[in-house]
């Protein structure tokens, strides 16, 4: 008896070790995604920035653990987030930022992007 207990309580701890370690990784954002505030509401409608917008058909909404997160699990809520939009304008993916990550300085428009200089690795923008 005492054996199984101490075999199930390393197994659930071998388990959770590789989740505590993944939190902290920090997440890459690709170089066309701006940030912005979201407030999501009956899919596939959302406010970006104050203004209504539309989540694309396939959109992608990550929580601050990078796991997937439903819409409609979320509506009502407003979030600071990155975001990428597909070609006809509609929201394409979406992540929810952590607490660290909202410090990041980001361009909240595409014309601001355009003004400065991405550095993928650092995961920094600069001016020329």
């Known amino acids: 008896m005492y054996r199984c207990t101490s075999a199930a309580l390393l197994t659930a701890l071998a388990l959770s070790a590789p989740l505590a370690a993944t939190a902290q990784v920090p997440r890459n954002f690709p170089h066309n995604a701006l940030k912005?505030?979201?407030?999501?509401?009956?899919?596939?409608?959302?406010?970006?920035?104050?203004?209504?917008?539309?989540?694309a058909p396939g959109v992608r909404i990550r929580g601050g653990d990078n796991m997937l997160v439903m819409s409609h699990s979320i509506v009502g809520q407003r979030y600071t987030s990155m975001y990428t939009v597909d070609t006809v304008g509609l929201i394409k993916d979406v992540w929810l930022l952590r607490t660290e990550e909202l410090k990041l300085p980001w361009p909240k428009t595409a014309?601001?992007?355009q003004r400065l200089r991405f550095d993928p690795i650092a995961q920094t923008w600069t001016k020329p």
Request: glycine share 8%.
């Open 111 to 113: 014309e601001e992007a």
């Open 36 to 55: 912005g505030t979201i407030t999501f509401g009956a899919p596939p409608e959302v406010l970006l920035n104050r203004q209504p917008a539309r989540m």
